[in-house]
C-alpha cells in the first residue's frame, strides 16, 4: 500500500521548493558585491576596456596610456587597486566611481569621462537602459578585479601605491 498522505507531503515540499526558486528568479540581478568571477563577463570588460579606457589607463592597466600626458590628475594604476585598499576590491565603490553620474563629494574637476552617462547614449533613458549600463559597468568591473596584482608586488614605474 501506498502512503498518499506521505507522498503529496513531499509533492507539496517539492513545489514549494520550485516555486520559492521561480521566486528567487524575478529578485533583481545580484549588485556587483558579489565574488564569483565570470569568464563571459570579464573577456566583454577586457575589450571594452581596450576600447574606451586604455587611451588613459593604459592596455595593460597601469596608467601609462597616450592620452596620460595630458592629465593633470595621472589616471590611476588600475592593477593596484587591491593593493591600495589593503588587499580588498570594492565591487560597488567601484563600479560607482567607474559610472560617476552619483558621486557626491566635491573634490573639483574629474578628469575621467562619468561613463555612466556615456554608455546611456544611443539607449532608452528608463529601466533598460539603465539595466544595459550596470551590466556593461559590472563587466568592467569584474575585468579590473581579474587583473589585481597582489599587494606586495610594485608595478614597474611606480612612485607610490
Ligand atoms: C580621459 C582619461 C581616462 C579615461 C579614458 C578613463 N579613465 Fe579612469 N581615471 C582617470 C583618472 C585621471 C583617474 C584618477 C582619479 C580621478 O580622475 O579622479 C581615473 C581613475 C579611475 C578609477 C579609480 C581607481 C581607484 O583606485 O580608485 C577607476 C576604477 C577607473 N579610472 C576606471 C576606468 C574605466 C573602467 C575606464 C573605461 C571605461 C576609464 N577609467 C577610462 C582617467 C581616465
Known amino acids: 500500500m501506498f502512503n498518499h498522505a506521505r507522498i503529496v507531503s513531499r509533492l507539496a515540499t517539492s513545489c514549494l521548493a520550485l516555486l520559492g526558486a521561480l521566486a528567487c528568479a524575478g529578485t533583481p540581478a545580484p549588485q ?19 576600447d574606451n579606457c586604455a587611451s588613459c589607463h593604459g592596455l595593460d592597466g597601469r596608467g601609462g596610456g597616450p592620452a596620460a600626458v595630458a592629465l593633470i590628475v595621472p589616471p590611476a594604476d588600475l592593477t593596484r587597486i587591491a593593493a591600495r585598499r589593503e588587499g580588498t576590491f570594492p565591487r560597488l ?8 553620474r552619483f558621486e557626491l563629494t566635491a573634490h573639483g574637476s ?19 537602459g539603465d539595466a544595459m549600463v550596470r551590466g556593461r559597468i559590472e563587466a568592467l568591473v ?10 606586495g ?5 611606480e612612485v607610490s601605491p
Do not use: K, N
Open 32 to 50: 556587483p558585491e558579489q565574488t564569483t568571477t565570470h569568464p563571459f563577463l570579464i573577456e566583454q570588460g577586457a575589450a571594452d576596456f581596450s
Open 93 to 100: 565603490d567601484i563600479a560607482y566611481v567607474i559610472d560617476g
Open 110 to 128: 574629474r578628469e575621467m569621462p562619468v561613463w555612466g552617462r556615456r554608455f546611456l547614449v544611443g539607449l532608452p533613458e528608463d529601466e533598460f
Open 142 to 151: 569584474e575585468y579590473l578585479e581579474s587583473i589585481q596584482v597582489s599587494p
Open 153 to 157: 608586488e610594485v608595478s614597474p614605474g
